[in-house]
């Protein structure tokens, strides 16, 4: 399971743009491999050679667009050899404890509800303060530790950099629109851009909330109590 040398790897199949930084974080204290597949919603449990893991929100079970499948549910049992029907009506948090011999694909699910129930988790908030929020709720929970954060010299060039971008794509924006707003592929294009930089500004502000407030060593002490840091820091050879 664990990627040890620098041969080793591992493919994490993800949702979420924070999911992804977080994996970008664990990887810069090791050597190991990364390969990564953003899935927004969906479970891919074939490959070669390789350890296969997917991280996703626990709230998949209660959104009808991102729920997994009873035949997708089938094909995970059929790759963990298990009867075809024994994950049916499982709750998500505990489906991987069915996957006793760590079978390809191994299910990191983040809880209660989404990345940010389990990163509070791991701030140390206790689990039964965080069940029964919604996933807003804990976003705003989080969001709250974002915000008060203070940024370093090398962050704050790098969002005076993403905000100037922005503004210049704005800028175009709102011309193409006057100019010729039929246009819709350059428009598009324009908006993805704009988008674009938007993520690299949070992931500034994501990463450093991880480096100044989740330094392994303290992830590390969560492993413990919370078995999807375990498997994540174990995947990743720490």
């Not at 743009?17 to 597949?37: I, S």
């Not at 009867?83 to 049916?88: E, G, I, Q, T």
């Not at 974002?146 to 704005?170: G, R």
């Amino acid at each position: 399971m664990a990627a040890k040398t620098r041969r080793n790897s591992i493919l994490v199949v993800y949702e979420g743009y924070r999911e992804g930084y977080f994996l970008e974080y664990l990887v810069d204290h090791n050597d190991v491999r990364l390969n990564t597949l953003f899935c927004s919603g969906g479970i891919k449990h074939s490959a070669r050679d390789v350890n296969v893991y997917v991280f996703f929100d626990e709230d998949f079970q209660s959104r009808s667009d991102q729920i997994i499948t009873d035949e997708t549910l089938e094909g995970l049992a059929k790759a963990w050899k298990l009867n075809h029907d024994a994950l049916k009506g499982c709750a998500y948090r505990d489906l991987q404890t069915l996957n006793k011999d760590m079978r390809n694909p191994i299910l990191i699910v983040s809880y209660p509800r989404s990345i940010e129930g389990f990163l509070l988790r791991l701030l140390g908030s206790p689990l039964k303060d965080l069940e029964g929020k919604t996933s807003k709720q804990l976003k705003g929970i989080l969001e709250g530790f974002l915000k008060s954060l203070p940024l370093h010299n090398e962050d704050n060039k790098k969002m005076q950099s993403y905000n100037e971008k922005i503004a210049k794509y704005k800028v175009e924006i709102a011309k193409q629109k006057q100019s010729d707003p039929n246009y819709r592929q350059h428009l598009r294009s324009l908006e993805e851009k704009t988008a674009e930089y938007g993520r690299k500004k949070n992931r500034v502000v994501f990463m450093r909330f991880l480096n100044d407030k989740l330094p392994l060593s303290e992830i590390a002490a969560r492993r413990a109590d919370i078995p999807e840091t375990d498997m994540l820091l174990s995947a990743f050879g720490l």
